[in-house]
Structure formats: C-alpha cells, structure tokens
T-cell receptor
C-alpha cells in the first residue's frame, strides 16, 4: 500500500461542475501539498497545508490531521483546469516529499 | 530570478551512453532535490542537497547515477551507461526550508532508445 493514496485516478467533468479530489496518507507529516502538473511536466505548487482550510480563487484545500485526509475542491470548473493534480506529504525530518500518483482531470466545455 | 531552471528540456540518447542534466535553483534556496517521474506515476525521491552537501540518497539511485552540487548553487545529475528503464522525467526542486514550500523546475524528459 502506498503511503499517499489519491482518488479518483481519472476524473472527467463538465464545465461549471464542482470537483473534489481526495488524498489519504499513512505517515506522520509536517505539511501536505497540492500540486498541479500540466502536459510537458512542469509542477506548480497550489497549496501547502498543515491544518484547516485554505482558499485561492476557485480552489479550496482542506486537511483533517486526525483522519489523515485532505481534499482539493475546484468550484465552477473550467477547461483550463484540466491537468494532473498531485498530493504530496512532507514528513519534515525525512527531507523529501512523498507523492501520490496523481489525479488526471479533464474538464469538457 | 526566473525560478528553477532545468537543462535540457528533452534528451534522447542511445542505450549505453552517458547523460548529464543541470538544475539551477532559485539563488537564495540552500536546499535542492532531484525526483524521477515515470509515466502515470507520481515523482519519486532521488537525492537531496543542503548547500553543497549531499545529505540523502534514495535506493533508486544506483551506482550508475551520480549527483553533485559543487558550490552549493547549481546541481548536475549524471547517468552512466543509460538503460531503457531510465526513461523518465527528471525533476529538480529547491527550497529555503520545508516550512516555506518548494519550487519545481519544468523537468528534463529523458528517452533512452
């Protein structure tokens, strides 16, 4: 079992839909990251969370430390949101990120 | 500062050849990381530098792989005697500390034919 699990692996939505991507982890963490990766490879950091909830534009990220679970929500989805969304955890003392396998999101017009 | 730069963006090489990739981190970032990502998977940790010191290496980093950060600025990742299984995206990231997050480069996509 991977230390970071994401669901779903693939998600197709219609423009305007509310989208949720889930992440569960099994290790102790100092922070959890949500990242976006477009075709071509570059990774962009969306959120870094250690507790509670953060919002940036149409994106919302939440984390429940007790449940070891985080969610990324996209409101009013748009085709430009189409990308791979990756959850990664930082164990702090481990000096590295542990990544989930990603969720491939396609938003259709 | 334009972020983390990686060069080349793409590399096609024949099996058995040596390749070297370069990463230029954000100038004030003392921490530098290399990750490898194969198709359909999340990135996997390869190695970590703090300044010029290589502090951690993954078991994925076989004897054919070597990484350096000679002056605590740019870093190079060399793969000797490449194999088809080395085909992947090699990503570099830098940070001033875990509490401040990470900045990723665009990656070097290696194809071994």
């Amino acid at each position: 079992k991977n230390e970071v699990e994401q669901s779903p692996q693939n998600l197709t939505a219609q423009e305007g839909e509310f989208i949720t991507i889930n992440c569960s982890y099994s290790v102790g963490i100092s922070a959890l990251h949500w990242l976006q990766q477009h075709p071509g490879g570059g990774i962009v950091s969306l959120f870094m969370l250690s507790s509670g909830k953060k919002k940036h534009g149409r994106l919302i990220a939440t984390i429940n430390i007790q449940e070891k679970h985080s969610s990324l929500h996209i409101t009013a989805s748009h085709p430009r949101d189409s990308a791979v969304y990756i959850c990664a955890v930082d164990g702090g003392a481990t000096n590295k990120l542990i990544f989930g396998t990603g969720t491939l999101l396609a938003v259709q017009p | 500062d334009t972020g983390v730069s990686q060069d080349p963006r793409h590399k096609i090489t024949k099996r058995g050849q040596n390749v070297t990739f370069r990463c230029d981190p954000i100038s004030e970032h003392n921490r530098l990381y290399w990750y490898r990502q194969t198709l359909g998977q999340g990135p996997e940790f390869l190695t970590y530098f703090q300044n010029e010191a290589q502090l951690e290496k993954s078991r994925l980093l076989s004897d054919r792989f070597s990484a350096e950060r000679p002056k605590g600025s740019f870093s190079t990742l060399e793969i000797q005697r490449t194999e088809q299984g080395d085909s992947a995206m090699y990503l570099c990231a830098s940070s001033v500390g875990a509490s401040y997050g990470y900045t990723f480069g665009s990656g070097t996509r290696l194809t071994v034919v």
